[in-house]
């Protein structure tokens, strides 16, 4: 079945994000946004939870993150960890190997060469092996509170699907929500668009039929839908 508005109306910026905050009320959080409410808010901590997250489902990456930060939750206590033990704690997330001995590299880094402070700019953190552009966003985002866009598949897959944007990969989807999209919700859009992506625009049949943004949205790609 195909879900069509009879008229699209003028894609409104502000009314998408007011629309957002009550279409996934009632979903799990983002899985750095859940941490963060869960005490773990510290930029390390984000660093560490967002590394953990690549590639692993939220559910998952809670678990795990939570594991951890209960034996070792500073940089100090984390570059001190034997790495079979750190692995043994990452046991769930994908790639435990390389992750903790990434992890256990940078928490090194951060006590041996900059006085036990996470750095605060994209270039800074991704100095870091396994630190890429996401993760450096998100710990800037929810660890920092400095606007960033953390644009992972469900931000990439919602706004072309919106024709907010048109790009091919999440990479290009980010520089071009850096020229279009409001500073102001440059950290929100993650934090709404991944429960809003994971239960209501999914991947394939998105739920159009219960979506509050079906007026305003172009529907690009979309062949079928529920």
Same mark, same amino acid.
Do not use: M, Y
């Given at each position: 079945m195909s879900v069509q508005p009879a008229t699209l109306q003028d894609f409104d910026i502000d009314e998408v994000f007011r629309l957002l905050r009550s279409a996934v009320a009632p979903y799990p959080k983002a899985a750095m946004f859940e941490l963060r409410d869960r005490g773990y808010s510290a930029p390390f901590q984000?660093?560490? +939870?967002?590394?953990?997250? &690549?590639?692993?489902?939220?559910e998952t990456s809670l678990e795990v993150s939570e594991r951890l930060f209960a034996v070792a939750s500073t940089p100090a206590a984390m570059a001190a960890l034997p790495e079979e033990r750190l692995v043994a704690l990452l046991y769930g997330a994908t790639f435990p190997e390389p992750k +903790?001995?990434?992890?256990?590299?940078?928490?090194?880094r951060i006590v041996e060469e900059l006085d036990g402070e996470v750095p605060d700019t994209p270039d800074g953190l991704m100095r870091f092996h396994g630190v890429g552009p996401k993760i450096a966003a998100l710990t800037l985002a929810v660890?920092?509170?400095?606007? &960033?866009? &953390?644009?992972?598949?469900?931000?990439?897959?919602?706004?072309?699907?919106? $024709?907010y944007v048109s790009a091919r990969t999440p990479e290009k989807t980010m520089a071009a929500l850096l020229a279009v999209l409001p500073k102001r919700y440059w950290v929100e859009i993650n934090e709404r668009l991944?429960?809003?992506?994971?239960?209501?625009?999914? $991947?394939?049949?998105?739920?159009?039929s219960a979506c509050p943004l079906l007026s305003m949205c172009a529907r690009v790609g979309v062949t079928e839908s529920r």
């Open positions: 984000q660093l560490v +939870a967002s590394l953990i997250s &690549a590639r692993t489902r939220d +903790a001995r990434d992890i256990r590299e940078l928490s090194r660890g920092f509170g400095i606007p &960033a866009l &953390a644009v992972d598949i469900h931000v990439h897959r919602v706004t072309n699907r919106w $024709g991944v429960p809003f992506g994971k239960w209501i625009c999914t $991947g394939e049949r998105p739920r159009c």
